[in-house]
């Protein structure tokens, strides 16, 4: 059982929009930056999204990210069948004193 | 261009340590603000933060392992390792190493923007 909870998988169809959400509490993501990752089969996964809305260097404007209180979401603009990875949100819990992470969400693209 | 590369065996067996050594190239592992981190993942499940070093040495670990795990830096190398004690099954995973960094002046803004290959290391006799 993952602190930050996402959808275990979505799907949605090319050039379409799909949102991804990340559920937590006051000690993670209602007091701390969020941040998303990408993992591609076989690889180590990829900083997405820092500080809850920013776009590393190189990362393409079709991902963003927003946060409200406790939750946070990504979403994911023009959808390609590239973009089929599984998505992990990440926060601070000052309660724990550690990284937690979401449970990952599989995007399928169909 | 930073790159961060694990090492060690892939094969532990049950109540032994598992070790591993994350090389840091590109760029000094005592320069600028950064924590380095483990984290690992089970085949098909999410990932799990292990535990991070600062440069300074103060060391961060997740909970439910630490009262398993010794994250250390060696400087002189640029290397940073893991050490994780009393090894079980369920301790197979892939294990990443990553370099946390602050954005400064932001509260809370960390994030882990280099990673390794990941290395998997199996528990069985």
């Known amino acids: 059982q993952s602190v930050l909870t996402q959808p275990p998988s979505v799907s949605e169809a090319p050039r379409q929009r799909v949102t991804i959400s990340c559920s937590g509490s006051?000690?993670?993501?209602?007091?701390?930056?969020v941040n998303w990752y990408q993992q591609l089969p076989g690889k180590a996964p990829k900083l997405l999204i820092y500080?809850?809305?920013l776009l590393p260097s190189g990362v393409s404007d079709r991902f963003s990210g927003s946060k409200s209180g406790t939750s946070a979401s990504l979403a994911i603009s023009g959808l390609q069948s590239e973009d089929e990875a599984d998505y992990y949100c990440?926060?601070?819990?000052?309660?724990?004193?550690?990284?937690?992470f979401g449970g990952g969400t599989k995007l399928t693209v169909l | 261009q930073v790159q961060l590369q694990e090492s060690g065996p892939g094969l532990v067996k049950p109540s032994q340590t598992l070790s591993l050594t994350c090389t840091v190239s590109?760029?000094?592992?005592?320069?600028?603000?950064?924590?380095w981190s483990w984290i690992r993942q089970p085949a098909g499940k999410g990932l799990e933060w292990i535990g991070r070093?600062?440069?300074?040495?103060?060391?961060n670990y997740n909970p439910s392992l630490k009262s398993r795990v010794t994250i250390s830096v060696d400087t002189s190398k640029n290397q940073f390792s893991l050490k994780l004690s009393s090894v079980t099954a369920a301790d197979t995973a892939v294990y990443y190493c990553?370099?946390?960094?602050?954005?400064?002046?932001?509260?809370?803004?960390?994030?882990?923007?280099?990673w390794g290959q990941g290395t998997l290391v199996t528990v069985s006799s």
């Open positions: 990553a370099r946390e960094s602050i954005l400064t002046g932001y509260h809370g803004a960390y994030y882990f923007d280099y």
């Open positions: 990440a926060a601070w819990d000052d309660r724990l004193n550690g990284w937690v």
């Open positions: 070093i600062y440069t300074s040495g103060s060391t």
């Open positions: 006051s000690s993670n993501i209602g007091n701390n930056a």
């Open positions: 500080y809850d809305d």
């Open positions: 590109g760029g000094s592992i005592s320069s600028g603000s950064y924590y």
